[in-house]
């Protein structure tokens, strides 16, 4: 069986260079393959940067005269149960690739020397092997989980530095990825856009893995953090998969002239006060715009075919991700021979064992657009421009539809005035994350997109406070205000003692609002205008006797009246208030210490 292996989405590697040096090594006897044999390779062994074997197997695999190596080879491996920044290099690409930081090491004699550490770490590495592939530069060979040159990749590595030759080749690869089409696509429509700004039309719109963070609400938090290293830290951290996919591809577009990015100070308003900082912004240049032209061909070009791997059609974050890529690989397939209506597809997608309904359709050929394929639609009508290459589809009976999925195809049948990137809240409320870090990646991410929901989409009135000792979210409607803890578990959430606790801490210090005992003081970011409060819990699904706990935590605080509800309920009646069947009064009048249920 071979390797599963993930390609298409490239968050961390940007730099054009290193890329070019990765593809050289591929091809036996140019500059980057023989710097790696006779210099970089002899510097680890001679201070103990690789092991004896890693070192023969290393040489062995670059002496060959036809190159292909192992996956495995070129990665490397993690530092196991060790610290990261001690493990040595296990992989032919870690050895490329110099780290940032400087260190000196002793040789085998004792004599000391002081350089950039001369390589990488495995998760690096692998980002420079995926965009290699990803752009046509390298091929992965999926019988053997084997990598070796592409055409293209020869004619990169026999350029010149600097040259026209070597701006070309490189024009030639990013031009097949879609996601720069994309950018370029987008950049060409309006110039000064942030990442935000591109990030939220980039990717399948509603899924984990291409979530984006609202700018808005990244400028509350900058302005409102009250030292530099927590703007350091939300500069850093507070933005979403499809916000770093954006800024890595305008970095790479900026290397090649195509657009020109500049900082500029920002504004934008969220709950009432506008808020002002710096943000990079991409504009598109006339070379970018040659080039954006040249991708789509013109009469006297054809259009250059689009790089699409199968693992790209979805994120690994996402459920049911192999069964989202066999939809969306079906929907190319059957747009490939002729122009379709929407009833037309759906008829072809069930010679590929598909039963979809027109909106799962709809929403999926957006997506598609939004990654970068080109799709023409007119009215109800739409038809494949592109030709794609490297798509294979496996057997349907290897993507397999989860009970996630279920959920997100019923909520999703029935939003139609509500936008469908809400339905990424129900991922997250899912979230089953393999990691600490990743799972309070996808906690954070859970109460910025659902803040984003009841706020900007829904118009209550509040905030996401979300650091410690504060409630995630608070809202407001009128004379109303509500405390909100969001709760992500995939099994479901039956509210635990020291959950009910907390909640009836926040209720405690909203009440008495004693600044002399609590300096945070996050109860003024109500509205002066409330009189009664309740408290919610927002989760994927209960379960339990969370009741109990409801009623607990309204006995122990004067009888304040909760409820819990669950992400669907949660999104029918974001739909109905939207719509009007609901009102915010419908919303406030289900507090009664139960779930709240809603049918639309």
């Known amino acids: 069986?071979?390797?599963?292996?993930?390609?298409?989405?490239?968050?961390?590697?940007?730099?054009?260079?290193?890329?070019?040096?990765?593809?050289?090594?591929?091809?036996?006897?140019?500059?980057?393959?023989?710097?790696?044999?006779?210099?970089?390779?002899?510097?680890?062994?001679?201070?103990?940067?690789?092991?004896?074997?890693?070192?023969?197997?290393?040489?062995?695999?670059?002496?060959?005269?036809a190159i292909e190596i192992d996956y495995s080879i070129l990665k490397g491996k993690g530092s196991g149960n060790g610290s990261r920044k001690d493990a040595i290099c296990t992989g032919i690409i870690q050895a490329v690739i110099n780290a940032q930081q400087k260190k000196t090491?002793?040789?085998?004699?004792?004599?000391?020397?002081?350089?950039?550490?001369?390589?990488?770490?495995?998760?690096?590495?692998?980002?420079?092997?995926?965009?290699?592939?990803?752009?046509?530069?390298?091929?992965?060979?999926?019988?053997?989980?084997?990598?070796?040159?592409?055409?293209?990749?020869?004619?990169?590595?026999?350029?010149?530095?600097?040259?026209?030759?070597?701006?070309?080749?490189?024009?030639?690869?990013?031009?097949?990825?879609?996601?720069?089409?994309?950018?370029?696509?987008?950049?060409?429509?309006?110039?000064?856009?942030?990442?935000?700004?591109?990030?939220?039309?980039?990717g399948f719109k509603g899924e984990m893995g291409f979530t984006s963070i609202p700018q808005e609400i990244y400028l509350c938090d900058y302005c409102e953090a009250n030292t530099n290293k927590e703007k350091s830290a939300i500069r850093s951290n507070e933005e979403g998969d499809s916000d770093k996919y954006a800024r890595g591809i305008a970095s790479w577009c900026t290397q090649m002239g195509w657009v020109e990015s500049s900082v500029m100070e920002v504004t934008g308003i969220y709950r009432s006060h506008t808020y002002t900082a710096p943000l990079q912004h991409y504009s598109l240049t006339r070379t970018g715009e040659k080039a954006l032209i040249k991708a789509k061909g013109n009469s006297s070009n054809s259009r250059i075919p689009r790089i699409l791997m199968f693992e790209m059609l979805a994120s690994n974050k996402a459920h049911g991700a192999d069964y989202l890529r066999y939809q969306r690989a079906c929907i190319i397939k059957v747009l490939s021979n002729t122009e379709k209506t929407l009833e037309q597809l759906q008829k072809g997608l069930k010679n590929y064992g598909l039963e979809l309904d027109i909106a799962s359709i709809k929403d999926h050929i957006e997506g598609l657009i939004s990654i970068g394929i080109d799709i023409s639609v007119d009215g109800n009508k739409y038809r494949l421009l592109d030709k794609i290459k490297c798509l294979e589809i496996p057997e349907q009976s290897l993507c397999v539809k989860d009970e996630v999925n279920d959920i997100i195809d019923r909520v999703r049948s029935k939003l139609k005035h509500l936008d469908h990137k809400y339905l990424a809240l129900i991922d997250l409320a899912y979230s089953d994350a393999s990691s600490r870090a990743k799972k309070n990646a996808d906690a954070r991410e859970f109460e910025i997109q659902t803040a984003d929901l009841l706020i900007n989409e829904l118009s209550f009135n509040g905030m996401r406070l979300g650091d410690s000792r504060k409630p995630d979210i608070i809202v407001s409607y009128d004379?109303?205000?509500?405390?909100?803890?969001?709760?992500?578990?995939?099994?479901?959430?039956?509210?635990?003692?020291?959950?009910?606790?907390?909640?009836?801490?926040?209720?405690?210090?909203?009440?008495?609002?004693?600044?002399?005992?609590?300096?945070?003081?996050?109860?003024?970011?109500?509205?002066?205008?409330?009189?009664?409060?309740?408290?919610?819990?927002?989760?994927?699904?209960?379960?339990?006797?969370?009741?109990?706990?409801?009623?607990?935590?309204?006995?122990?605080?004067?009888?304040?009246?909760?409820?819990?509800?669950?992400?669907?309920?949660?999104?029918?009646?974001?739909?109905g208030i939207k719509s009007g069947q609901l009102s915010y009064m419908d919303f406030y009048n289900s507090f009664n210490n139960k779930e709240m249920i809603f049918n639309i």
């Open 1 to 65: 069986m071979s390797a599963k292996r993930t390609f298409g989405w490239i968050q961390n590697p940007g730099d054009l260079k290193k890329l070019k040096k990765v593809v050289g090594i591929f091809q036996p006897e140019s500059v980057e393959n023989s710097w790696m044999i006779k210099e970089r390779l002899p510097l680890l062994l001679q201070y103990s940067l690789i092991s004896d074997d890693d070192y023969m197997r290393f040489i062995h695999e670059l002496s060959k005269p």
């Open 479 to 575: 004379t109303n205000g509500t405390i909100i803890d969001n709760k992500s578990y995939k099994d479901g959430f039956n509210i635990s003692r020291s959950s009910a606790d907390e909640m009836s801490r926040y209720i405690n210090e909203n009440r008495m609002r004693l600044s002399i005992l609590n300096s945070n003081q996050w109860w003024n970011n109500f509205d002066s205008r409330i009189k009664t409060y309740t408290f919610l819990f927002i989760t994927s699904y209960l379960k339990g006797e969370f009741e109990k706990q409801l009623e607990y935590i309204s006995n122990a605080n004067s009888g304040i009246r909760g409820a819990a509800i669950g992400v669907e309920n949660l999104l029918y009646l974001s739909e």
């Open 105 to 202: 090491y002793l040789d085998k004699n004792g004599r000391a020397i002081t350089i950039k550490k001369p390589y990488t770490d495995d998760w690096s590495a692998e980002g420079y092997i995926r965009w290699a592939i990803s752009c046509g530069l390298i091929e992965y060979i999926k019988d053997s989980d084997k990598c070796k040159i592409t055409s293209l990749g020869e004619e990169l590595t026999k350029t010149i530095e600097g040259s026209q030759e070597e701006k070309e080749a490189f024009s030639k690869a990013l031009l097949l990825y879609p996601p720069v089409n994309r950018v370029l696509s987008l950049l060409k429509e309006k110039d000064y856009q942030t990442k935000f700004d591109l990030g939220n039309k980039l």
